[in-house]
T-cell receptor
């Protein structure tokens, strides 16, 4: 079983919709990361969380350490949000990422 | 501040050849990690270097190796290339040992023919 589980695998939304992507993990972590990957390959770090909630613009990330669960929310989604969103965790052993399988998001105008 | 630079961006090699990929981390960052991304296996960890020492290693055969120089630049080498080594190879740099944000390069897309 993968140490990091992510859902859904694919998501299609209409522009303006509120979007939620979920992530569960089964190991002790030093931090949980939300990453974004556009076609072409480059990965951008959106959030790094060890507790609570963070917000950047229309993106909100939350983590519940006791339940080992995190969510990424996108408010007022836009076609430029179309990308693959990846949940990953790091442990206290180093900076190695343990990745979820990713969520492919398509936002339709 | 310059980002993480990976060279080359694209590479085509023949089976049996070897290849060296380069990653220049953000200035001041001491940790460099390498990942392989394929459609079938997703993102997989190759190895991590911190201050010139390999700290963690993923489950890849010995054909995959790496090193880190005193200026924190890192190289990875793949010998005796196989078709299955075709992938996007990404490196990520972090400033310190653990629990810090990582910054990814654009990747090197390797095609083995």
């Amino acid at each position: 079983k993968n140490e990091v589980e992510q859902s859904p695998q694919n998501l299609t939304a209409q522009e303006g919709e509120f979007i939620t992507i979920n992530c569960s993990y089964s190991v002790g972590i030093s931090a949980l990361h939300w990453l974004q990957q556009h076609p072409g390959g480059g990965i951008v770090s959106l959030f790094m969380l060890s507790s609570g909630k963070k917000k950047h613009g229309r993106l909100i990330a939350t983590i519940n350490i006791q339940e080992k669960h995190s969510s990424l929310h996108i408010t007022a989604s836009h076609p430029r949000d179309s990308a693959v969103y990846i949940c990953a965790v790091t442990k206290n052993t180093g900076n190695q990422f343990y990745f979820g399988t990713g969520t492919s998001l398509t936002v339709i105008p | 501040k310059a980002g993480v630079t990976q060279t080359p961006r694209y590479l085509i090699k023949t089976r049996g050849q070897q290849v060296t990929l380069s990653c220049s981390p953000i200035s001041g960052h001491r940790s460099v990690s390498w990942y392989q991304q394929t459609p079938g296996q997703g993102l997989q960890f190759l190895f991590e270097y911190f201050s010139e020492t390999q700290r963690n290693k993923g489950n890849f055969p010995g054909r995959f190796s790496g090193r880190q120089f005193s200026n924190s630049r890192s190289e990875m080498n793949v010998s005796t290339l196989e078709l299955g080594d075709s992938a996007l190879y990404l490196c990520a740099s972090s400033p310190t040992g653990t629990g810090t944000e990582a910054f990814f390069g654009q990747g090197t897309r390797l095609t083995v023919v």
